[in-house]
């Protein structure tokens, strides 16, 4: 049933009082200026609510209550989510401004060699066995740890934190990642070396490989030699297109003339010479720094140089070596690890992994918790490729066929294709007896933790499913029991506002006051019913024991008499001066039928004034009723009297009313 439009139900509220006089209002006058001679709808019979019907109580919201609760809506916890998939690695947890960190211990734990070392450590500090609240208290110790976890937690990430703080890291900000991968690297092979004792240090069988500066005076062709080991080579990429152009750069002679003359041992006194890198032993694998972050004079900073360099899946370093008999099988190398900085300046962005498994070949993106594998064990930058630089105009060139093409590239990685030297150790040789009982202990613990964490979100997941049933049932059932079946029974008020948040949000709905809109007598305005809905006394019990409001209003209590009889008054008073209108409006409607009576020319202007001087009086005028008359019709009170401004004992103030008169 459509609700019944609002200004009919205005009308139906005061139409009475055209046929009534104030003296007669009664108590069912009463009831039908607040509105309560209407029936109450029931529930869903109205599409919308009737705001002219304070019985009204549909579509207020109530609707979402009754309809069936979808459950998969509240299942909001997937345990599934955090959890690792059965052969997939594991993530780390970008803490704000360690995405660099986490690439580097990407890199490190994928290295078979470096692996092993690591799990073979042993901390001279480190426990027995593992001890609720035991952490490790040294770096090294932290990266074993970390792992550890990598290697045999069953959550899709884990968190890095205690090493980062272990580091002194500031987690808001981001280092320089070619910087953090030397001193790493130096950090960790200073702590190898005190541990293995013996064996040879796997940071440099794994990276460390030697140059000599060969310096030849002009005037004695005389050479000396200074030997010089390395664990990564810097490439300037200015000016380069490909990765061998960078290497031959790095190789080329530089003449060392004028102020930078070379003192011969020799001549002994200063040459001009020419010196030069000369190659002599290749690490099993191969660090290359691209220097795409270098210093700007002009602006006193560092720039990011995002210029495209192609660099080959099988690098051959035999035409950069200096020749020496058995090092040409070793100068064969393939891509193991690409490292992308996305951003266009040298001080933001964000670091991300391409890392080929040792194991199975395939590529996988390291992306802090998310790890993708790509297609087809292919090498796919995609997106870590697109131009973030809006200065930038460059397109990508094509890449041949075993070549790749990057401009956002700082470090490649390639590994030693021969099968000689330790970088290929087997995967599976790597396993978790390698690890110190305390270090299984703590991924044991933790793993303990992730699944009670699990077990807890489920019992809390499935409460609050129960909580949410029971919520519904109880909505349901106040909300029936707030409908008024009968005025004899005790009711209250209460704002269609309040009523509308408190099924939109019962939580919230203390929010929201009930405010009552009241006359000059205290009490509810008649025309204000359209903003307040009556609801039965047992039923606001209910509600509001578990809902409590800051105040309640009373029904029969504050309906104003007064005003309804005011009210009368006025509507009747203009009813009267309608038809006044209409007969002086219509001068042959005036007719003189007796020659003796007297009658008196009024100015239009006066009879405007007393029009207001009317209304105004019944303002002024107060009513003291002594009661409401009974259904019969017989009075309980004395009316008030309007004055009438046709006699001048009674005329409005002089100033603003010109009264004249003369006989006809």
């Keep these: 049933m459509p609700p019944k439009p609002k200004v009919q139900l205005d009308k139906g509220a005061w139409q009475w009082a055209e046929t009534t006089d104030h003296t007669q209002v009664t108590e069912e006058h009463v009831k039908m200026a607040y509105r309560l001679n209407l029936s109450t709808c029931e529930r869903g019979a109205c599409k919308r609510n009737c705001k002219g019907n304070p019985f009204c109580l549909n579509s207020l919201g109530e609707k979402s209550w009754f309809q069936p609760l979808d459950e998969s809506k509240l299942q909001t916890y997937d345990h599934n989510e955090d959890r690792r998939e059965e052969g997939h690695f594991v993530g780390l947890k970008n803490l704000g401004a360690t995405c660099y960190v986490n690439t580097f211990l990407q890199l490190w734990f994928h290295n078979p060699a470096v692996r092993k070392s690591l799990y073979e450590w042993r901390d001279p500090a480190l426990p027995a066995e593992y001890y609720p609240g035991w952490t490790p208290d040294s770096i090294c110790g932290h990266l074993q740890v970390i792992f550890a976890l990598l290697h045999g937690s069953i959550r899709c990430y884990v968190d890095p934190s205690p090493l980062i703080e272990c580091l002194g890291l500031n987690t808001a900000e981001q280092q320089d990642a070619q910087e953090f991968s030397k001193l790493f690297l130096h950090v960790l092979e200073s702590a190898l070396s005190d541990s293995v004792g013996h064996r040879e240090n796997v940071i440099e069988q794994q990276f460390c ?228 009982a305390a270090v299984r202990g703590y991924v044991y613990n933790n793993n303990q933790e992730f699944e009670n964490y699990v077990s807890e979100q489920l019992h809390v997941q499935e409460q609050s499913i129960c909580d949410q049933k029971q919520t519904h049932e109880e909505m349901k059932m106040i909300y029936e029991s707030l409908r008024v079946k009968s005025l004899d029974e005790p009711w209250e008020w209460v704002t269609t506002q309040w009523l509308s948040n408190w099924l939109a949000s019962p939580v919230a709905s203390e929010k929201v006051k009930n405010k009552l809109c009241k006359c000059v007598h205290g009490k509810l305005r008649a025309d204000d019913v359209v903003k307040m809905k009556c609801i039965s006394k047992a039923g606001a019990e209910m509600l509001f024991e578990k809902y409590p409001i800051n105040e309640r209003f009373p029904g029969m209590q504050l309906l104003c008499e007064k005003c309804v009889i005011k009210r009368c008054r006025e509507i009747r008073t203009r009813l009267f001066m309608s038809d006044d209108d209409r007969l002086f409006n219509s001068v042959k409607n005036i007719t003189f039928t007796e020659e003796n009576e007297t009658y008196y020319w009024v100015s239009r202007k006066h009879l405007r004034s007393w029009k207001r001087f009317a209304l105004c009086e019944i303002d002024a005028q107060p009513i003291t009723p002594g009661g409401l008359s009974s259904s019969n019709g017989e009075v309980q009170h004395e009316p008030a009297k309007l004055g009438n401004p046709a006699n001048s004992e009674t005329t409005p103030d002089k100033n603003n009313v010109k009264k004249q008169s003369q006989p006809l």
């Design 209 to 436: 490989g030697s140059y000599v500066y060969v310096t030849e005076c002009q005037n004695c062709k005389s050479q000396s030699e200074r030997p010089a080991t390395f664990y990564e080579l810097d490439l300037n990429i200015r000016g380069h297109s490909t990765l061998a152009a960078s290497i031959k750069d790095f190789l080329q002679e530089e003449k060392l003339e004028g102020d930078n003359q070379y003192m011969c041992s020799v001549c002994n006194s200063k040459q001009n010479a020419k010196r030069a890198i000369r190659l002599r032993k290749l690490p099993a694998v191969l660090n290359l720094q691209l220097l795409r972050f270098v210093f700007d004079k002009n602006k006193g900073h560092k720039k990011k140089l995002s210029s495209f360099i192609q660099f080959p899946e099988t690098l051959d370093m035999s035409p950069f070596m200096q020749s020496r008999a058995g090092d040409e099988g070793e100068a064969l190398y393939e891509l193991a690890a690409v490292l992308i900085h996305r951003g266009p300046t040298a001080y933001s962005g964000h670091y991300i992994a391409h890392i080929r498994e040792h194991e199975t070949g395939s590529w996988y993106k390291f992306n802090d918790e998310e790890i993708e594998k790509m297609n087809n064990r292919k090498l796919e930058l995609g997106k870590e490729e697109d131009n973030l630089d809006a200065g930038s105009s460059e397109k990508a060139p094509k890449a041949s066929k075993g070549n790749h093409s990057s401009r956002n590239a700082y470090m490649l990685v390639y590994r030693r294709k021969s099968q000689e030297d330790g970088s290929n150790v087997p995967a599976t040789s790597t396993c978790e007896e390698d690890l110190p």
